[in-house]
């Protein structure tokens, strides 16, 4: 496709719940970002991946969060036992070089996540 | 702590009017500074700068950084209605991420 493309848009789970949030990164693009926008806020960094290698997870709020990427194209964010603070946009981003830095990130739409 | 700051966070102004926004930033191991547009979806990349002194345009917009100060401005001139959104600063280190400010809300009325 010509961006990058998340599913679903929009995410409504009960508290507990787990949810998969699906990334489909812009064809080539070896470099793929997940963020997670607060109401109000800019975005904030959870992870990164060079390909299917997961190179940087600092970001992560905590180990119920996990993302993956196995075939160096679509990447699933995942959160098990989800909690009202988790209630955000998350948004997905895409870059075509592999060194880091010095290359625009290219976004998704994302999907608004309610924990009720 | 790296930490991207902007300013005002928002703005009302009618159209026609020009704006000025502002983006300071530390951060470590600097790489390049990212201006967004932000309305109800994507964020929409406009400007990448890593040179100091450099000017970027694209029609009514243009950006400028300077490295030694650690500020950048994003310029607006002739708003237009269509220009009202959350413009977005962001600064790429080492590591690939970008650590983004909390915005800017730009309002333009008719």
Redesign the interface.
């Known amino acids: 496709g010509a961006?990058?493309s998340q599913s679903p848009r929009y995410k409504v789970a009960k508290r507990g719940q787990d949810v998969a949030l699906r990334c489909d990164p812009i064809s080539g693009h070896v470099?793929l970002?997940w963020?997670q926008q607060a109401l109000?806020?800019?975005?904030?960094?959870l992870t990164?991946f060079q390909n299917e290698a997961q190179?940087?997870k600092s970001?992560l709020p905590s180990d119920r969060f996990f993302a993956e990427r196995p075939e160096g194209s679509v990447s699933t964010l995942k959160i098990q036992r989800t909690q009202q603070e988790d209630s955000a946009v998350y948004?997905c981003?895409s870059s075509f070089r592999r060194e880091?830095?010095?290359q625009?990130?290219?976004?998704?739409?994302?999907t608004r996540l309610s924990i009720l | 702590e790296d930490k991207?700051v902007q300013s005002p966070l928002s703005l009302v102004v009618h159209e026609g009017d020009t704006v000025t926004l502002n983006c300071s930033y530390e951060v470590t191991n600097f790489?390049?500074l990212?201006w967004?547009k932000q309305e109800k979806?994507?964020?929409?990349?406009l400007f990448?700068l890593?040179s100091s002194g450099i000017e970027k345009k694209s029609g009514r917009l243009s950006s400028i950084l300077d490295k030694k100060e650690l500020f950048s401005i994003l310029n607006i001139t002739a708003t237009q209605t269509g220009d009202s959104a959350i413009y977005?600063c962001?600064v790429?280190?080492?590591?690939?991420?970008?650590?983004?400010?909390?915005?800017t809300k730009l309002s333009v009325k008719p």
Do not use: C, W
């Open positions: 961006g990058v470099s970002f963020y109000g806020q800019g975005p904030e960094f990164y190179l940087d970001g948004l981003a880091r830095g010095n625009p990130q290219h976004f998704g739409d994302g | 991207v790489r390049s990212l967004y979806k994507a964020p929409t990349f990448m890593t977005l962001a790429g280190g080492s590591q690939g991420n970008l650590i983004f400010g909390k915005g």
